[in-house]
């Protein structure tokens, strides 16, 4: 899957989990229930139905235009079940699909910051921690270590971290490797 597609995340996640269970003969759920209304729903009984061939009920959590938790949907075709907004069972519902949310806001945000803090150099087969510090002593700024300014190498060689004069030539290889990869 390439590409933000909630029907086709579904999908895998879905074949994922469930064809892992059945063929570790672990238990099976005796219901699954979806974050989100008919789409998905579908989404997973193609998956757990069609592809896998097995007989779990799928329910779906829709939502109004508001983003709230509005109905229990069940069955295929999907139809509305009756919960009184007010009832603990739907409350329980509620927090459930809350909980989804939160895990996978915080996911996305973890992965979002992952790429952020990425650098090129993690790319460079040799290069530690404290080479990327290294380098980042000589170019200072991540743009400027893209561009790669002249002199980088020898710059790089003179810096100091942590105290450590970094003039070995093991160092001044990775150093001369990473400015070459830049």
């Known amino acids: 899957m390439v590409g933000p597609d909630d029907y086709a995340s ?27 209304g008919s789409g998905q729903m579908e989404a997973i ?26 109905e229990m949907l069940f069955g295929n075709p999907p139809v509305s079940v009756s919960i009184a907004l007010d009832s603990q069972l739907f409350k329980l519902l509620t927090r459930m699909q809350d909980e ?21 150099l993690d790319a460079v087969a040799g290069v530690g921690e404290k080479d990327e510090k290294a380098t980042d002593c000589s170019f200072r700024q ?32 990775r150093i001369k490797t990473v400015t070459l990869h830049i």
């Open 142 to 173: 991540r743009e400027t270590r893209e561009r790669g300014p002249n002199g980088g190498v020898a710059n790089a060689a003179r810096c100091e971290t942590r105290g450590e004069h970094l003039s070995t030539i093991a160092r001044r290889n």
């Open 100 to 120: 989804v949310h939160r895990f996978a806001i915080t996911f996305h945000r973890q992965q979002r910051s992952k790429r952020q803090a990425a650098s090129a």
């Open 45 to 70: 009984r193609e998956i757990v139905e069609d592809r896998l061939g097995l007989k779990i009920p799928i329910a779906g959590l829709a939502k109004d235009n508001r983003h709230r938790t509005r």
């Open 10 to 36: 579904m999908r895998e996640v879905v074949e994922r989990r469930y064809s892992r269970l059945a063929e570790e003969g672990e238990t099976l759920p005796d219901l699954i229930i979806a974050d989100g």
